[in-house]
C-alpha cells in the first residue's frame, strides 16, 4: 500500500521515513496503510473535471477504490462522470446523500472522496426488492474474497422496499466472517431515483459493496427512549404498516402521540410530527430497533424507513437533544475502546432525520464527536454522510437496517503492525 500526503515541506517526512519520490507536490512512501491526506478530501464544487481531475492526482491502484460521496444539491452529470472515471479504469463506487459532512460541518453541495484498499472490485446488486429467494440468489453468486480484518461498506437505494431481507441474505452468505457499515443513498424529498453508481451505472432499487481490506471498530447508537407501547404490527407490508392492534395505522399513532404532540396530524404537517416519535422494534438484549415514519397516506397506511414485518412489537419512541448528543458521544466512545491503533480515517454515518430533529442543534452533535477526538489527541478529520438509513453489525449479531441512528466507523491498523 501507498502512502500519499500533499505536503509542501516535505523535510521533515524525510528525516522519518527516508527517502521520498516528489512528483507536483505529491510525496510517495510505500507503508502498509491506509491512504491519507492531509489536503482536504472534501471538494466544494462536485463537477465531473474536478472530480477525476483529483482522482487521477491520486494515482490508484489496482487493489483500490475510490469512493464518491455526493451531495444531492448541485449535482454533475453523473451519466458523464461515469464515463470519465472508466477512462481513467480505476474501480470506484458512488452514492448521493442529503448531505456530507467533513470535520463538523455539514455541507448540502460538493463530493467526499475516499480512497481505500480493497479485497476485490466493487460489487452491485440491482433490483434489490426482488422477494428473498431472488436475493438470496444474487447474493449466492458472487464470491468475495474476504479475510480476517475485512469490512464490507454498503451503499444502498434507501427507498428500497426490501433492505432488510437484502441484509438478512447477505449476513447468511457472510455471516461474522467480515464487518459490516453501510448508508442509504437517495433524496430529502423521499422519492426514489437514480442515487447510485458504479462503472456499470446509475442506478435506483440497487446496492453495491466494497469489500475493504481494513479493520473498522464501530459504535452504534440512537438516543431514543420509549414514549408510548407496546404495540403489534397486525398487517403490513414491506416497509408499509396498515394495520396496529387490529385497526387502523394512522388512527392508533395518532391517538397515541396527540396529547403530547399538541397538533393534530394532517397531510401537510405529517412529517413535521412524526420525525419526533418514531417507532422502536424491539430486540431482546439490544437497544430498539429505530423506524422512521415519513409519509401516511389517505388510506391512513405509515410508510417508515425499513421493513416493519407482522407480529413485530413495537414501542412509539421521543427524545431531546441532550439524550441525542450523548449517545453521538457514545458512538465514538466505542470505537475508540481498543488502544494501539493507528487511525486512519473517521467515518460517521450519521441519520437526515437526527439532523432534521435537531435542527440547530445538529452541529453540537457534530462538534461532540470532533471534540472527543481533540481530548484524546486524535489528530483526524471526520468524514460522512447524512443517511437515509445507516446499516451496521451490532455486536456480532445479525445485520440491521436503522433509522434516526448514528454510525461511526473508525478505520484502523494495529500499532504493531504499522511500526
Wanted: hydrophobic fraction near 40%; proline fraction near 3%; glycine fraction near 6%.
Amino acid at each position: 500500500m501507498k502512502y500519499i500526503l500533499i505536503f509542501n515541506q516535505y523535510h521533515e517526512l524525510q528525516k522519518t521515513f527516508g527517502k521520498a519520490i516528489v512528483i507536483h507536490d505529491i510525496v510517495e512512501y510505500d507503508l502498509p496503510s491506509i491512504r491519507m491526506l492531509e489536503e482536504d478530501m472534501y471538494l466544494p464544487n462536485a463537477n465531473v473535471q474536478d472530480i477525476c481531475n483529483t482522482i487521477k492526482e491520486l494515482r490508484i491502484n489496482y487493489n483500490e477504490t475510490a469512493i464518491i460521496l455526493l451531495s444531492q444539491n448541485q449535482l454533475p452529470n453523473i451519466d458523464s462522470l461515469i464515463s470519465e472515471l472508466n477512462t481513467i479504469e480505476i474501480n470506484f463506487i458512488g452514492g448521493i446523500f442529503p448531505g456530507l459532512i467533513y470535520d463538523s460541518k455539514v455541507y448540502h453541495t460538493g463530493a467526499i472522496i475516499l480512497i481505500m484498499p480493497t479485497m476485490q472490485p466493487p460489487v452491485l446488486i440491482k433490483s434489490i426488492s426482488k422477494s428473498s429467494n431472488d436475493l438470496e440468489n444474487l447474493i449466492d453468486s458472487f464470491e468475495p474474497m474476504s479475510r480476517d480484518n475485512t469490512t464490507a461498506f454498503i451503499i444502498v437505494d434507501c427507498m428500497s422496499s426490501n433492505i432488510s431481507s437484502f441484509l438478512s441474505s447477505l449476513y447468511n452468505r457472510l455471516a461474522d466472517s467480515v464487518k459490516y457499515i453501510g448508508c442509504g443513498a437517495g433524496f430529502l424529498d423521499f422519492e426514489q431515483k437514480p442515487c447510485i453508481f458504479t462503472p456499470d451505472g446509475f442506478f435506483e432499487d440497487a446496492a453495491t459493496i466494497c469489500f475493504l481490506d481494513t479493520k473498522c471498530k464501530l459504535g452504534v447508537h440512537h438516543g431514543w427512549e420509549r414514549y408510548s407501547g407496546p404495540i403489534i404490527v397486525t398487517k403490513s407490508e414491506g416497509n408499509v404498516i396498515k394495520e396496529l392492534n387490529w385497526k387502523n395505522a394512522l388512527s392508533v399513532y395518532e391517538s397515541a402521540i396527540e396529547d403530547d404532540a399538541k397538533k393534530e396530524l394532517k397531510m401537510n404537517n405529517f412529517y413535521q410530527i412524526s420525525s419526533h416519535y418514531p417507532f422502536g422494534i424491539y430486540i431482546e438484549g439490544h437497544e430498539d430497533i429505530i423506524r422512521e415514519i415519513f409519509r401516511t397516506n389517505e388510506k391512513g397506511e405509515l410508510f417508515c424507513a425499513g421493513e416493519v414485518p407482522e407480529n413485530t412489537i413495537l414501542n412509539i419512541m421521543k427524545s431531546n437533544k441532550y439524550l441525542l448528543i450523548n449517545s453521538a458521544e457514545q458512538a465514538l466512545e466505542d470505537c475508540l475502546v481498543q488502544e494501539n491503533m493507528e487511525i486512519q480515517h473517521c467515518f460517521v454515518i450519521d441519520c437526515i432525520g437526527r439532523a432534521i430533529f435537531l435542527q440547530n442543534y445538529f452541529d453540537e452533535e457534530l462538534r461532540a464527536i470532533k471534540n472527543i477526538l481533540g481530548l484524546k489527541g486524535i489528530n483526524i478529520t471526520t468524514e460522512g454522510v447524512l443517511s437515509g438509513g445507516e446499516i451496521a453489525s451490532m455486536n456480532g449479531d445479525m445485520l440491521e437496517y436503522l433509522s434516526k441512528t448514528i454510525v461511526v466507523g473508525v478505520f484502523h491498523e494495529s500499532t504493531d503492525r504499522c511500526m
